[in-house]
C-alpha cells in the first residue's frame, strides 16, 4: 500500500448525502484511478486521470465525480445520485508513462449507506 | 471489448503442496497480465506480470505465473503452498491494442491453505 493513501478507512453516510473520498500519493504518477469492490465482482473502474486536469469515465460513472486539480491528489464524491453506493472503494496510480506501467493500490475505504 | 475470467470462487490446499489459480482472458491485441492478492479489509498488492518474452514469469513471495496464449490463459502457480498465502486473488489484463490504461479485473479467488 505504500505511497498512497485514502481516508477515511471507514465512512457512514445517510440517504441523499454527497461524500467525498480522499486518495493522495507521493509516487510522482501520472495516472490514477479509482475502482469500486463489491463481494463476488472482482473491482470495476468508476473514474480515471491520466493526467492533471484531465480524467474519463469508467464502466460504471453514474453517480460518482472526480476533480484532478493537483498531480498527487485524485478525490471522489459519491453524490445521492448513486442508488447503491454500499462498497469497498480502491484508488490506484500508476507511471502512466508505459502501457506496461503498474498500477499500485491504496488501503482503500469502505463506504456504508445507512 | 477485454474480459478476464477465474473459474473458480475457492482454492483448497494443504499447507507444503503445489498450488495453481486459474485465469482466462480474452482480448482483442496483445495482453498485459497481473496477478494481485488482497488480505481482508486492505488494498491489492502487486504480485507479478506477464509484457512479452518468457512465458514464466517470477513474482513476489515464491509465485509465478505461466503465460499460454494458445490457451488465453495465465494461471498463478507457487511449488509449496504457506498458511500466510491465504487470501483473496485477483487476474487482470490490460488490451494493448485498445490502449486502455485501466485494468479489467476477473471475480477473484479465494485461497484457503489448511495447515
Known amino acids: 500500500d505504500g505511497g498512497i493513501t485514502q481516508s477515511p478507512k471507514y465512512l457512514f453516510r445517510k440517504e441523499g448525502q454527497n461524500v467525498t473520498l480522499s486518495c493522495e500519493q507521493n509516487?510522482?504518477?501520472?495516472?490514477m484511478y479509482w475502482y469500486r469492490q463489491d463481494p463476488g465482482q472482482g473491482l470495476r473502474l468508476i473514474y480515471y486521470?491520466?493526467?492533471?486536469?484531465?480524467?474519463q469515465k469508467g464502466d460504471i460513472a453514474e453517480g460518482y465525480s472526480v476533480s484532478r486539480e493537483k498531480k498527487e491528489s485524485f478525490p471522489l464524491t459519491v453524490t445521492s445520485a448513486q442508488k447503491n453506493p454500499t462498497a469497498f472503494y480502491l484508488c490506484?496510480?500508476?507511471?502512466?508513462?508505459?502501457?506496461?506501467?503498474?498500477?499500485?493500490f491504496g488501503p482503500g475505504t469502505r463506504l456504508t449507506v445507512l | 471489448a477485454q474480459s478476464v475470467a477465474q473459474p473458480e470462487d475457492q482454492v483448497n490446499v494443504a499447507e507444503g503442496n503445489p498450488l495453481t489459480v486459474k485465469c482466462t482472458y480474452s482480448?482483442?491485441?496483445?495482453?498485459?497480465l497481473f496477478w494481485y492478492v488482497q488480505y481482508p479489509n486492505r488494498g491489492l498488492q502487486f504480485l507479478l506480470k506477464?509484457?512479452?518474452?518468457?512465458?514464466l514469469v517470477k513474482g513476489s513471495y515464491g509465485f509465478e505465473a505461466e503465460f499460454n496464449k494458445s490457451q488465453t490463459s495465465f494461471h498463478l502457480k507457487k511449488p509449496s503452498a504457506l498458511v500466510s498465502d491465504s487470501a483473496l486473488y485477483f487476474c487482470?489484463?490490460?488490451?494493448f491494442g485498445t490502449g486502455r490504461r485501466a485494468l479489467t479485473f476477473g471475480s477473484g479467488t479465494r485461497l484457503q491453505v489448511q495447515p
Open positions: 509516487l510522482n504518477h501520472d495516472a
Open positions: 506477464y509484457i512479452t518474452g518468457d512465458n
Open positions: 486521470s491520466q493526467i492533471v486536469n484531465d480524467f
Open positions: 490506484a496510480s500508476s507511471s502512466g508513462t508505459e502501457i506496461t506501467d503498474t498500477q499500485y
Open positions: 487482470a489484463v490490460r488490451d
Open positions: 482480448v482483442s491485441g496483445n495482453p498485459y
